[in-house]
Every structure is written in C-alpha cells, then in structure tokens.
C-alpha cells in the first residue's frame, strides 16, 4: 500500500514538471515571437550618422536594437545602395527612419524590401515616382539658405560653417552646433534633380516629423509629403529646426518607437 502512494506521487509530481515546463516554453516561444523590431537610421546631406547621437541611447534605453548607417554622399544612388546593404543586414521586422535627404533614400531603399515593416521620415523629403527634390518644391516659397550652398574644391555641396549653423542648426547649442558644421558630409549636386523611383510608402506604413522652423526644407513640402503618403501620424514640432532629432531628440525616438510599437503589434 505504501509502494502505491509513493508511485501515485511520484507520478502526480513528475506530471507537474512536465505541465510547468511546457507552460515555461510556450512562455518563451511567445516572448520570441514578439520580439522588438530593429531600427535603421539613415541621415540625410551635409550629415552623418552621428547627427543621431542623441536620439540613440534613447532607442536603446528602450530595448531596441538600433544601426545607423554612414552614407558616402557621392550621390542618392550609392547612399540608396550603402542603405540597402545595411537593410538586408537586418532581420525583419525593420522600422527605417530618414532624415532630410535621407527621405529619399528610404523610400527607395525599403521598395520592396521584405523585412522592412514601416518607415519614418523627419523633416525629410518623401517623393513619389519620376519626382525630384527640385520637383517638389516647385509649388513651394524657396527658402533662402538654397542659394548658399557652395561648392568645395571638388565641386560638392556644403555650407559655410557661419551659415550651416544659422539655417541647418540655429535652435542646437552653439558649440554642438559648431561641431556640427565642422564635420558635416558635402554631398553631390545632382541629387537635386535626381527622380526618384517606386516609392517604399505606397507599401508600408509611415510616420512624419515635420519642423516648424526648418530652414533647408520648407515646413509645408514635409507636411505635403506626409499628408500625401497618409502618414498614420504627423508630428509638428514648433520652434524646430532642420536639426530636430539633436534639438528635439526625445520627440522624435519617441515617434520613432510609437512606430515600432505599432508595426510589432501586427
């Protein structure tokens, strides 16, 4: 009789491990299965990547694995292919996020690309097919820091060091500002024109920082180009700068991970 309740038992216990450890693996099969998306950073002209230095940790204090990549600037189509490379680095689901030119390139970066889930664009430019910049500020009033781009000794684009922080920076501290026109990225001429090709949008969802006080693109082209691409949602920053993500860094990592968090939830 005693053999039988020891076996009763022993049975009765092992049952309770083998539920409880099936229970703990669905839990981390779960877990997995929503894992957080990865995030690709893409800056635009007279930039690199560390013009996302601010909005970084931010993204990875909340548990986001985040690349930012280092476009060479020789034209949209290399930056667009430098871009590519970093994307099919990735493992889906990608949220990819552009800054200014850098608009441009995700749109035609992410077409296409199966791992990407959504894109995000601050105070950037997001054409549609055969459209270039120039195109798109055509019904738009010029901003004056276009006719103060001058070219360096190998005829790419850059601002003066005065004028890079009055127009693309003047709400940033002035000694990041500085620092910021010291290593800016010149970048070629012909991207002005250059037409763009299927657009990323159409595809997947977006997300838009429009800066109210841009100086290099006016506020109302970002704002066309978001209302165009039916942005799930646009957030005007008063007072803003070309340079939003370093004058503003929380607003846009916030939106940044407001987009992530949509497109993990599908």
Aim: net charge positive; with cysteine.
């Amino acid at each position: 009789m005693q053999l039988k309740t020891n076996l009763f038992c022993y049975l009765a216990l092992l049952t309770l491990i083998i539920s409880s450890t099936s229970a703990q693996k669905k839990k981390w099969t779960t877990s997995a299965s929503k894992k957080l998306p990865n995030i690709l950073l893409v800056h635009g002209a007279l930039a690199d990547g560390s013009s996302w230095s601010d909005v970084i940790p931010l993204l990875m204090a909340a548990g986001y694995n985040v690349t930012a990549v280092q476009q060479p600037l020789t034209s949209l189509p290399d930056d667009i292919a430098k871009t590519k490379v970093a994307l099919a680095t990735l493992p889906g689901p990608v949220v990819i996020v552009g800054h200014s030119f850098g608009g441009v390139v995700i749109t035609n970066a992410a077409y296409n690309a199966p791992n990407v889930a959504g894109l995000v664009y601050v105070a950037a430019f997001g054409p549609d097919k055969g459209e270039s910049v120039t195109d798109l500020g055509k019904n738009f009033t010029a901003v004056p820091s276009g006719k103060l781009f001058v070219p360096d000794s190998a005829g790419r684009l850059i601002l003066s060091q005065p004028n890079f922080v009055k127009y693309f920076a003047p709400d940033v501290n002035k000694v990041k500002a500085k620092v910021m026109a010291a290593v800016q990225g010149p970048c070629d001429a012909p991207r002005f024109t250059w037409q763009s090709g299927p657009p990323a949008w159409k595809q997947k969802p977006s997300w838009h920082i429009v800066s109210g006080n841009d100086q290099i693109i006016n506020p109302d082209v970002e704002e066309f180009c978001a209302k165009r691409m039916g942005a799930k949602k646009i957030v005007k920053v008063a007072g803003a700068s070309h340079a939003v993500m370093v004058s503003h860094p929380k607003v846009v990592a916030a939106l940044i991970i407001e987009a992530a968090k949509t497109v993990a939830s599908k």
